[in-house]
């Protein structure tokens, strides 16, 4: 049958179809763990062709997963019941603006950073930025919902979506939404499919919303003697009357290892370091970091150093792009988790991740887009020292639950894939899991569409850490 299917993609694709062990291993992998060789990896260039491939896929009930750069940090793109992986490297990218409406069109492997290069040529902006931006792809960042630190104040990228072409799981083409920004015909299918981690629909292009690029921007760096205090001050300053554009938080553990690893001269005995931006008409920053400082004194925190040029404050941002490669760099695996809470609970968190550090031995890094309550409580593990593993799936375990315990998620922007299904139940309920599975059933009757994620697996109560 192998053969047949093989033969079936060649004429579609041609030499654009692999299938040896060789080929196919790298696409096994993703930002997350495990491995799972695909039996194909098909490079698709247009929609007519994804349109082949699907019906291919049905013929021989194949399953299919689309892949963008595979910075997926939680399982999506992993072909986990193996079958056909879609990649979209090879597309001859479509990335065309049109200022006048404030949009812009592009197909999905186009990586987001030109997308946010062609904006900014145009004096506009695509408001999302996950950290990731210069290598991962619009089609990943529909598909997860992916989020970044201006989340705070321009939200994320469901909020930036006008329009999608999608490919459906019988090989139809479906138009959601529009060019406008209006747009109320029908169901809001354009929500439904972004978000959706590639198991409803294959995204062909999205129409992008733009806005006008902000004038100016200013940054501050606040220093904490504790962190509960840290935790304090996101809601003191985000109820100020000033809203920043960017908020980012790192503990103490996050901030020693960009010294470590970067030697830019950081205060190394803060609790914890707030990096808060504001931007706009350059004659208000001044007043806004004002008002922030001193809504800050309030509650006792006087330590605010403002940036006293675009130098100067593209450092402090540098402080943040680098906590990911200093801690890949310090050693092991990362494991990388997304909590998100109400704001007035962030200090709960913090005092609870101190608690669970102490009691599971583990060294726990913390940070994150903390005016969005998104907390990325991060930890390196040997994955060969199997007591270490059990200690690091009971912390994050415990993690999850108490995120939900206090209203939050399970993940604000990471997406469900593989590694958080097991804990869907505990944040949605029996009931809410089985409303979102209908939709699956009804939309992908034959699970073609990347199979084995989101929802709970009979059995599996854990995190996935291993997923072999
Ligand atoms: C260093 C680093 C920093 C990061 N920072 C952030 C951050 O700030 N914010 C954030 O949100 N995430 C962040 N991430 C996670 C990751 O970059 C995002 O989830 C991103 O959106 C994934 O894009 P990708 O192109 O790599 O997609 P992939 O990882 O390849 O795929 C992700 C999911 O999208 C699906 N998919 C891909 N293309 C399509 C398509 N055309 N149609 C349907 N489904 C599709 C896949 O099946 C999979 O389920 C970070 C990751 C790393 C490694």
Redesign the pocket.
């Known amino acids: 049958m192998k053969e047949d299917i093989r033969n079936k993609l060649q004429n579609v694709l041609e030499d654009r179809v692999f299938h040896k062990t060789e080929d196919c291993i790298s696409y096994g992998y ?2 997350s763990f495990g491995q799972h060789i695909p039996d194909f990896v098909v490079q698709v260039q247009s929609t007519e062709e994804v349109q082949s491939v699907v019906r291919i896929a049905n013929e021989f009930n194949m399953p299919i ?10 399982g ?2 992993l072909p986990v019941e193996k079958g056909i992986i ?1 990649d ?1 490297s090879q597309w001859d990218h479509y990335l065309e603006i049109f200022p006048e409406d404030l949009l812009i069109k592009a197909s ?2 186009v990586i ?1 950073g030109d997308i946010h290069k062609l904006a900014d040529e145009h004096n506009l902006m695509y408001a999302p ?4 931006s210069s ?15 201006r989340g705070v104040k321009y939200g ?2 469901k909020d930036y979506v006008l329009g999608l072409e ?1 490919v459906t799981a019988q090989g139809e083409v479906i138009q959601t939404g529009g060019n406008t920004v209006k747009n109320v015909t029908g169901y809001d299918l354009t929500k439904l ?1 972004v978000g ?4 409803l ?4 292009e999205a129409t992008l919303r733009l806005i006008p690029k902000p004038l100016a921007t200013k940054t501050a760096m606040i220093l904490f003697d504790d962190l509960y205090t840290a935790g304090k001050s996101i809601s003191t300053i985000l109820t100020s009357g000033v809203r920043p554009s960017k908020m980012e938080i790192l503990d103490n553990n996050a901030l020693n290892r960009v010294e470590d690893y970067a030697k830019l001269d950081l205060p190394r005995e803060a609790s914890a370091i707030l990096l808060v931006e504001v931007d706009g008409d350059p004659t208000i920053l001044d007043k806004e970091l004002q008002t922030i400082k001193e809504a800050l004194l309030q509650i006792g925190v006087d330590k605010v150093d403002i940036a006293e040029n675009k130098e100067d404050e593209d450092k402090l941002w540098q402080v943040r792009k680098l906590v ?2 200093a801690i890949v760099e310090s050693g092991y695996t990362k494991i ?1 988790e997304d909590v998100t809470l109400p704001l007035s609970k962030i200090p709960d968190m913090f005092k609870k991740i101190d608690e669970i550090k102490q009691k599971h031995d583990l060294n726990i890094v913390v940070f994150g ?1 903390a005016g969005d309550g998104n907390l990325h409580p991060t930890l390196n593990t040997n994955m060969r020292d199997q007591n270490e593993v059990e200690r690091v799936e009971d912390a994050v375990e415990e993690i999850f639950s108490y995120a939900v315990q206090l209203g939050g998620t399970l993940s ?4 469900i ?1 593989t590694m958080k299904r097991a804990f869907m139940t505990k944040e949605l309920g029996e009931s809410g899991v089985q409303f979102q599975k209908a939709i699956k059933t009804a939309l992908d009757p034959n699970n073609l569409l ?1 199979p084995g ?1 989101i929802f709970p697996i009979a059995g599996e109560e854990r995190l996935v850490l291993r997923n072999e």
């Open positions: 993703d930002g997963t689309p892949r963008g750069a595979s910075t997926s940090l939680s999506g793109p879609m979209f999905p492997g987001t930025d996950p950290s990731s290598i991962c792809t619009i089609g990943g960042n529909l598909a997860e919902n992916a989020g970044g630190p994320v990228t999608v499919i959706s981690e590639g198991t629909g294959v995204i062909t990911s490669p990388s887009h604000g922007e990471h997406g894939g990347n994620k």
